[in-house]
């Protein structure tokens, strides 16, 4: 099969388009026949390195898979061959309690498929079956492979960490992204105005179409006098906050008496300052995120094939054409979802 496969950390030349085995199937693995696969950020650090992290090369990228199943472990009873599925891309260790729980994303052993196992960088790839879910009809396999990871992550930072309801403001910083388009979008689902930040007229656009209500363009503007304005100096409810340095302080300051900050990364950047008299005088909350359970994307996938939810794709690639797409990414370029197709 062809792969495209890291064999050691650097720029996109890294990246390494050539042929191996199919891989061989567990008894509670699913081999999938690979329709479509998307990017994600964590692809760039993996294949860039992170000097914290230690990752087992060479290893093929790509958490977000959707495909076919072609092969099915002895112990996988839940799934057929010729079935079209959506993988859920965390794997925790299966034993412990917050796995038993159901809160995977909880346990100590936590990561993502395409950085501690092969991905979806290929034409085949071999999963745990207890992450296969049946992919919606009303979906393209590049559509199916849109949602997961930043779904999911959307999901667990807004409805289960921040809670929010409807009626109440909620900022989303750079829209553009695909966590960011999944945020306006659950935010607008649970009842809230939302308000997008992006860096031009046109990812603006395309967020109001999303369901932003208001929108402001950070390249021309300063986001925190205009969440001011259009909050009549109240602030926002909740902060969307994915981006790190580059936001931090204004975020925190955009919050309304007794507001919520919720965040699952650094794009910018990962060191932040915290004004302690500004989170315990005006009773602010700050919440950690990352990724969600699996229970969480069957709980998204309902809304998906109700068409309340929906995946938002830039553009798509073949496989071979891989730099060019971690380019795009990289230069952050795209609206929605990058995806590759074998």
Same mark, same amino acid.
């Given at each position: ?16 388009? =050539? ?55 002895? !112990?996988?009873? @839940? ?7 959506? !993988? ?53 396999? =590049? =559509? ?5 990871? !930043? ?54 656009? $395309?967020? $109001? =179409? ?66 302690? $008299? @500004? ?25 998906? $094939? ?37």
């Amino acid at each position: 099969m062809k792969a495209v496969r890291v064999y050691e950390h650097g720029d996109v030349d890294k990246l390494i388009h =050539e042929e191996i085995e199919i891989p061989r199937v567990g008894p509670n693995e699913v081999l999938i026949q690979v329709k479509a696969c998307a990017l994600n950020h964590i692809d760039l650090w993996v294949r860039e390195g992170l000097p914290t992290m230690k990752f087992p090369l060479p290893l093929i990228l790509g958490a977000d898979i959707a495909g076919i199943v072609a092969e099915v472990g002895e !112990v996988v009873h @839940h799934l057929n061959i010729g079935d079209a599925v959506v !993988v859920s891309p965390g794997v925790g260790c299966g034993h412990c309690q917050m796995c038993l729980w159901g809160q995977d994303h909880l346990c100590r052993e936590y990561r993502v498929i395409g950085e501690i196992r092969d991905g979806g960088y290929a034409e085949y790839t071999a999963v745990p079956g207890n992450n296969v879910v049946p992919m919606p009809t009303n979906l393209s396999f =590049e =559509e199916a492979a849109g949602i997961p990871l !930043v779904f999911i992550t959307a999901w667990n930072m807004l409805i289960n960490k921040a809670k929010v309801k409807a009626g109440e403001d909620v900022l989303i910083l750079a829209a553009g992204s695909g966590v960011g388009s999944a945020g306006v979008q659950i935010a607008k689902f649970a009842g809230a105005r939302v308000i997008a930040t992006a860096g031009s007229d046109e990812k603006l656009a $395309r967020a $109001r =179409e999303l369901g932003a209500d208001e929108v402001i363009n950070y390249s021309r503007v300063d986001f925190l006098q205009e969440v001011k304005r259009l909050t009549h100096r109240k602030g926002v409810e909740v902060v969307f906050e994915h981006t790190g340095e580059a936001t931090w302080e204004k975020s925190f300051l955009a919050l309304a008496r007794g507001g919520r900050l919720v965040t699952c990364g650094g794009t910018t950047g990962p060191i932040v300052n915290i004004d302690l $008299r @500004h989170l315990f005088y005006r009773q602010l909350s700050i919440f950690g995120s990352t990724m969600g359970s699996r229970g969480d994307l069957v709980e998204i996938l309902k809304f998906v $094939r109700t068409g309340q939810l929906r995946p938002v794709i830039d553009e798509v690639f073949p496989l071979k054409e891989v730099a060019k797409a971690h380019l795009r990414l990289l230069e952050r370029k795209q609206f929605g979802k990058l995806v590759l197709v074998p």
